[in-house]
T-cell receptor, first 110, second 115 residues
């Protein structure tokens, strides 16, 4: 079964701290990896995309990809209450389908 | 900034009826997608569409579903003979899909309620 797995949470982080979200995937042929943020009742909003091993930084967000370990993560620095949402990991698999994790609910406590 | 739009935002229908969900992808995008998210569950891929034909579809996308690009701007999802379990948020997405990127941008979704 080709899947994307995330811890459902909730992950509770104090305001100003670093939030670390993790995702593993099973299809070694996957080449494109995405983090989306979804507020309740809203559509997924793209946060980061990453295609190569290593880190990619964009403002307070850093995506990390390790294809050998089939692992992708998202770090959020200086967490704000507005970062509270469900974070979805999505992977384009070898069949060129975007496969989604179930999401991790992140709660930033003021 | 260009965005994907969807209409209606909320559709209520009786079981057994047909519904058409509409999407206007970003104008220079060539790949279009439909996804479904049942309340409290994960986003599920339904179908992708390119060059006026289906390029990939999931097991969910059976004969009850069809997609069409009736003109140069709209992309529709038709659900025939709706069932209670079809109640969900339906998201349309589009992408450029170049050799170096395939970022999909999502519309706001249509909430389908089947009574």
């Amino acid at each position: 079964q080709k899947e994307v797995e995330q811890n459902s949470g909730p992950l509770s982080v104090p305001e100003g701290a670093i939030a670390s979200l993790n995702c593993t995937y099973s299809d070694r042929g996957s080449q494109s990896f995405f983090w989306y943020r979804q507020y309740s009742g809203k559509s997924p909003e793209l946060i980061m995309s990453i295609y190569s091993n290593g880190d990619k930084e964009d403002g307070r967000f850093t995506a990390q990809l390790n294809k050998a370990s089939q692992y992708v993560s998202l770090l959020i620095r200086d967490s704000q209450p507005s970062d509270s949402a469900t974070y979805l990991c999505a992977v384009i698999n070898s069949n060129y389908q975007l496969i989604w994790g179930a999401g991790t609910k992140l709660i930033i406590k003021p | 900034e260009p965005e994907v739009t969807q209409t209606p935002s909320h559709q209520v229908t009786q079981m057994g009826q047909e519904v058409i969900l509409r999407c206007v992808p970003i104008s220079n995008h060539l790949y279009f997608y439909w996804y479904r998210q049942i309340l409290g569950q994960k986003v599920e891929f339904l179908v992708s569409f390119y060059n006026n034909e289906i390029s990939e579809k999931s097991e969910i996308f059976d004969d009850q579903f069809s997609v069409e690009r009736p003109d140069g701007s709209n992309f529709t999802l038709k659900i025939r003979s709706t069932k209670l379990e079809d109640s969900a948020m339906y998201f349309c997405a589009s992408s450029e899909r170049t050799s170096s990127t395939d970022t999909q941008y999502f519309g706001p979704g249509t909430r389908l309620t089947v009574l």
